[in-house]
Each structure stands twice: as C-alpha cells, then as structure tokens.
C-alpha cells in the first residue's frame, strides 16, 4: 500500500468519525448546514455562547 493509499485511508476514517460525532452531539446542525465542514457550520458553535448554569437544566 502506497503512502497516498494510508493518508486517504486516514483522511476517509477521520471524516466519518467527525460526522458521526456530529450527528451524536448536534443532531440538529445538520438540518441547519448541508455541509459541516462549511465555514459557517465551524465558525457558529464556537461563537455561540451558553449560560454558566446550563447543567441546572434538564430536558422534560
């Protein structure tokens, strides 16, 4: 197997890992964004902040 055959390989694995996180953690991002890997799709959660007493909340 050549170098170019393990790097795609790798590249491959390590998408499909960040898309299954993704549909784990943020299921609803991809009704938002088509792409994940889009600037916008990155850029939103980061800036997104969220309240120091998020974990008094619990879902009914």
């Known amino acids: 197997m050549s170098n170019r055959d393990v790097v795609v390989t790798r590249l491959v ?18 009704q938002v964004f088509k792409d994940i890997k889009a600037k916008g799709a ?3 959660p980061s800036s997104i902040s969220f309240s120091p007493r998020i ?6």
């Not at 694995?13 to 991809?30: A, K, T």
């Not at 974990?55 to 009914?60: D, I």
């Open 13 to 30: 694995s390590s998408i499909n890992q960040l898309n299954r996180w993704v549909d784990i953690v943020f299921p609803e991002l991809r």
């Open 42 to 44: 990155i850029r939103n």
């Open 55 to 60: 974990g008094e909340y619990t879902a009914s």
